[in-house]
């Protein structure tokens, strides 16, 4: 969707705005905490984010990466910065071909700023020298397709401020006469450089307008919040500081804290009297930081930051992109939301309110952007070593990788994009059936009438959720868990394997369930998570392969790799819901022991008891240890073996069922 449509829209009602801007980092780390930092701040509300090109054009591959994030994981409508530096005709008409078809309508045309180390800008061959040159072309090649934002400066550009009064003069109005042209030639909306004198904007938005340039012009502000910070782009600018606030940041300039603080106080006491003045909205140039931009939006009650609003209780919400009236997602992907998201992009509709709107529809199949997040790189692999083990040697040393996670003690899995999505409680819950042997990828709480406001969703509503866990399961203890699933009438199951195959269920074939679920003022009931066996099928190939293409490509020694296949190979993954949200016990209820699996502990604890004293091999004594321990759903480790072994020496059958 244009920007300037949304503008327009928010304009006819009376309604101010607010935008991110945000740069490119220059490392793979970089770019994945601006992502997370795009989520969190996304949520607030903004009405579309822009990335810039980098300097010189030394980002352009990062920027159009960036930006397709931004559009299409992210879900917000993205403008991407494009430059006429270092950029000949050939790679710009690349450039908006690969953002176009990735669904990006928005572009900020620029001339740029000269690359690193030569002071002006120079025009490249097969290129243009200014961005009124670009924004003719994008029209000629694109007609109406793209919303072409254009840049104002308040002071005039950089390169045309000069002491001489009267020429600075006729070089201000030379600056909006070229100004009106880029609107002409196809520019829709105006932001503007930073400034710190507010009637310097006042007094420039009243002179484009005596020109008759009458887009919407959007002031970008630059929040103070580094003293060096400040001068260097001030100088850079030019720009005019006000001597107040000159006088109040020299004062602090050995305060970092002082500065910050003075930056949002100042930030908002700025867009006070701008917005007083009927500025549309605010562009914030966050510097890749959030909590100075929504400082100052909080000061202006913009947002709040003590609770970020959820629309839907499913990450990366969309908000105004092509997914916009998205109302329905399965629950497999709840941790990987930017897998689910990749894998329907390609999709043309979405589910409104109903996932019988699109069930059967195939999902693109996770592709290596899914199933390579944190391998892609030796650094990235190094830090998974950190998190699951220098080696793998054992289904022990994938537990404790497990039981790590959800203690709070790493931060990485491959089934969990970032930090798990869930409360402490869960979490812990999850660890506690990680040590049991289960080993968990996904699960929630159940909920009965929450309010919206704590939970998500429109005010003045509540809010219902059935519990659910999803755990990798060994071959020798799935029987067992699906044997105790099958005695609780309220629980919903589906199993599958790495071979594919019709998934397991005891749903009604073709049947949908849902499993989170709001009741607002105004709206029919909002059915916003479901699960069935079509789509936890597609899901659950993602998951498989997570175990080899994932964990398995951290280690080069094939001894770790081994131990991850014959997992993928050979375990199970089973989801369980629990229908009783009123009062039911998932977790409870999966970590009970079934009656099958106590008979068999009690068998194979007799038979090793039996064993040692009639003088059997010790290995043989370790095999019949072992299946005591998968009977139990313990680690089947050497370590268990042996305390089964010496339990049996010390105190009989009852001993070693006890331990």
Request: aromatic residues 8%.
């Given at each position: 969707?244009?920007?300037i ?9 009376g309604?101010?705005?607010?935008s ?14 601006l ?19 980098g ?21 917000v409508?993205?403008?991407m ?39 002006k ?8 020298s ?16 793209f ?6 400066y ?12 009267a ?28 400034f ?7 007094k ?13 012009i ?9 003293y060096?910070g400040?001068?260097?782009?001030t100088?850079f ?58 400082g ?24 105004g ?15 990987r ?17 109903r ?31 950190e998190?699951?083990?220098?080696a ?6 994938v ?73 990798f ?28 195959g ?13 499993v ?34 994932e ?14 296949a014959?997992?993928?190979a ?5 989801g369980?819901l ?17 009656t099958a699996?106590?008979?068999?502990a ?46 049996a020496h ?10």
């Amino acid at each position: 969707m244009k920007i300037i449509d949304k503008i327009n829209a928010k304009i006819a009602s009376g309604e101010k705005f607010f935008s991110f801007e945000y740069f490119p980092p220059r490392t793979d780390d970089g770019v994945e905490n601006l992502m997370e930092r795009l989520e969190r701040m996304v949520a607030h509300g903004p009405i579309f984010c822009d990335i810039t090109w980098g300097a010189g054009g030394t980002t352009a591959d990062v920027t159009l990466d960036i930006a397709v994030k931004m559009q299409n994981t992210i879900c917000v409508e993205t403008m991407m910065h494009l430059t006429c530096t270092n950029m000949p005709v050939d790679k710009l008409d690349s450039a908006l071909a690969e953002v176009r078809k990735h669904g990006i309508q928005n572009i900020l045309a620029l001339r740029g700023d000269p690359p690193k180390g030569q002071e002006k800008f120079e025009q490249v061959e097969g290129g243009f020298s200014c961005a009124l040159d670009l924004v003719k072309h994008i029209r000629a090649t694109h007609g109406d397709y793209f919303g072409v934002c254009v840049a104002g400066y308040p002071e005039a550009h950089p390169d045309t401020i000069v002491e001489d009064p009267a020429q600075m003069e006729k070089n201000y109005w030379e600056n909006i006469a070229y100004l009106k042209q880029k609107v002409e030639a196809g520019g829709e909306m105006i932001v503007t450089q930073l400034f710190y004198d507010v009637d310097v904007f006042v007094k420039f938005v009243a002179d484009c307008r005596s020109v008759g340039i009458t887009v919407p012009i959007v002031p970008g502000i630059m929040p103070v919040m580094t003293y060096g910070g400040f001068k260097r782009m001030t100088g850079f600018c030019k720009t005019k500081v006000p001597q107040d606030i000159a006088d109040i940041i020299e004062s602090n300039k050995d305060n970092e804290e002082a500065i910050k603080a003075y930056g949002v106080e100042l930030g908002a006491q700025m867009c006070r009297r701008l917005l007083d003045a009927g500025v549309p909205g605010l562009h914030m140039y966050s510097l890749n930081l959030e909590k100075s931009a929504l400082g100052i939006l909080e000061r202006l009650g913009f947002v709040s930051t003590a609770k970020i609003p959820r629309r839907m209780p499913w990450s990366l919400v969309p908000s105004g992109t092509k997914r916009g009236a998205e109302g329905v997602r399965p629950v497999f992907w709840a941790q990987r939301p930017a897998s689910y998201l990749a894998r329907t992009n390609a999709w043309e509709s979405f589910p409104v309110a109903r996932w019988s709107e699109v069930a059967g529809r195939a999902l693109a199949p996770a592709g290596a952007a899914q199933l390579k997040r944190l391998s892609a790189s030796d650094a990235k692999k190094a830090k998974a070593k950190e998190a699951w083990g220098e080696a793998v040697a054992s289904v022990a040393d994938v537990t404790k990788a497990f039981t790590r996670f959800y203690a709070g003690e790493t931060s990485a899995l491959p089934w969990v994009d970032g930090e798990f999505r869930g409360s402490a409680a869960v979490k812990a819950k999850l660890g506690a059936l990680a040590a049991k042997g289960l080993l968990p990828v996904n699960g929630q709480a159940a909920v009965n009438g929450d309010k919206s406001e704590d939970a998500w969703g429109p005010a003045g509503g509540h809010c219902y959720q059935k519990g659910y866990a999803e755990v990798f399961v060994s071959p020798a203890a799935c029987e067992g868990l699906l044997a105790k699933i099958k005695a609780h009438p309220s629980l919903t199951y589906f199993a599958a394997t790495a071979s594919g195959g019709e998934v397991g269920t005891n749903l009604a074939k073709g049947g949908v369930e849902a499993v989170a679920w709001g009741v607002f003022p105004g709206r029919e009931v909002v059915q916003a998570t479901v699960a069935d066996a079509g789509a936890f099928g597609a899901w659950a190939s993602e998951a498989f392969a997570l175990w080899t293409e994932e964990w398995g490509a951290v280690y080069e020694d094939e001894g770790s790799r081994k131990v991850l296949a014959d997992i993928a190979a050979s375990w199970h993954l089973v989801g369980v819901l629990d229908n009783n949200y009123a009062s039911g016990d998932l977790f409870a209820a999966l970590a009970e022991r079934s009656t099958a699996q106590l008979s068999s502990a009690k068998l194979a604890a007799a038979s090793v008891t039996a064993a040692v004293p009639a003088g059997v091999h010790a290995a043989r004594v370790g095999h019949m240890a072992r299946a005591a321990c998968l009977a139990l759903g313990a680690p089947a480790c050497n370590r268990a073996w042996l305390g089964l072994a010496r339990a049996a020496h010390s105190g009989g059958p009852e001993a070693v069922y006890a331990w």
